[in-house]
């Protein structure tokens, strides 16, 4: 079915601080921002799954059955190598790596491409949505431009001053 345009995708990411669940439907599962970590994180590791999901039926409908299931192996022994440290695995993901043929390299390369770069919007929203959360809690997140200067403010360094030694700060630094 090469060329046929994919129409299985559902409706896009939502623009709130809702989430994606494993099914398509939206739910608020960000609370508060004293979650756990991996209670916060939950909404990205969804979206990323959901948006992979989303790439799998592409590239099966774009590409073909084959390709989907070369790429499906690829990932699978990457992740067994990386996160089990399994040595059968990194011997058979090299030795499939090195047996592609050119067509399949660059099918390959999309894939993962385009993946990382689903990944990478779901993290870019996830922001905007943690974000959000300690906005409405009245929070100031670390690493914030809010919190360095409530820090020089708290630091007796006035607000009209505080350009000042941001920067004999920055040039002692480098």
């Known amino acids: 079915m090469q060329g046929e345009r994919c129409t299985s ?20 599962s960000i609370k508060t921002a004293t979650q756990s970590p991996t209670q916060k994180d939950a909404p990205l590791v969804d979206d990323i ?17 084959a390709a989907f299931a070369l790429i499906e192996n690829i990932r699978q022994l990457s992740v067994a190598f990386r996160h089990k440290a399994d ?17 399949q390299t660059v099918t390959v390369c999309r ?16 922001h905007i949505r943690r974000r959000a ?6 929070q100031q997140q670390p690493g914030s431009l809010a919190q360095a200067l409530q820090k020089l403010d708290s ?9 000042r030694h941001w920067r004999i700060c920055t040039f002692h630094r480098y």
Do not use: C, M
């Not at 990194?90 to 790596?97: F, N, Q, R, T």
């Not at 630091?155 to 350009?163: L, Q, T, Y």
């Open 49 to 65: 799954r959901f948006l992979g999901r989303i790439l799998g039926e592409v590239i099966r409908d774009q590409e073909g059955k």
């Open 9 to 28: 995708v559902r409706a896009p990411l939502p623009l709130t601080t809702d989430t994606i669940s494993d099914h398509g439907k939206y739910n608020s």
């Open 111 to 126: 894939a993962f491409t385009y993946f990382s770069h689903l990944a990478n919007l779901a993290e870019d929203r996830h």
């Open 133 to 138: 959360v300690h906005e409405r809690e009245g």
């Open 155 to 163: 630091e007796g360094v006035g607000k009209r001053h505080w350009s």
């Open 87 to 103: 040595a059968n695995a990194d011997k058979a993901l090299k030795k499939l790596l090195k047996s592609l043929s050119g067509d």
